[in-house]
């Protein structure tokens, strides 16, 4: 089974850019669709973006963030990224990356990166 840690976040002011990682140990992450989710405070976690596994390449993005972020992946470094550009501070939010595209496909959950949007 594939373990995934997330890096990346911090504090950056509105309009700003972050770049997330997900870095993998225990197997080998191209054979797996990578998703990143969130959590903001008081709310549901939810989908950001997705990418299926090396035999596709597709990606998914929740409206919110489509056109913001771009989810990739660098197979030769175990690696999967989150892209993020002209940050809200509605983006804030603990950011978990999984081995499933969905909320209900992870079994389980890393500790997850704080992203915190303000001025």
């Known amino acids: 089974q594939v373990q995934l840690v997330e890096s990346g976040g911090g504090l950056v002011q509105p309009g700003g850019s972050l770049r997330l990682s997900c870095a993998a140990s225990?197997?080998?992450?191209?054979?797996?669709?990578i998703g990143w989710f969130r959590q903001a405070p008081g709310k549901e976690r939810e989908g950001v973006a997705c990418v299926a596994s090396h035999r596709d390449g597709s990606t998914y993005y929740a409206d919110s963030v489509k056109g913001r972020f771009t989810i990739s992946r660098d197979n030769a470094k175990n690696e999967a990224y989150l892209q993020m550009n002209s940050l809200k501070p509605e983006d804030t939010a603990v950011y978990y990356c999984?081995?499933?595209?969905?909320?209900?496909?992870?079994?389980?959950w890393g500790q997850g990166t704080q992203v915190t949007v303000s001025s």
């Open positions: 225990g197997s080998t992450l191209e054979y797996y669709a």
């Open positions: 999984a081995p499933a595209c969905t909320v209900r496909g992870v079994r389980t």
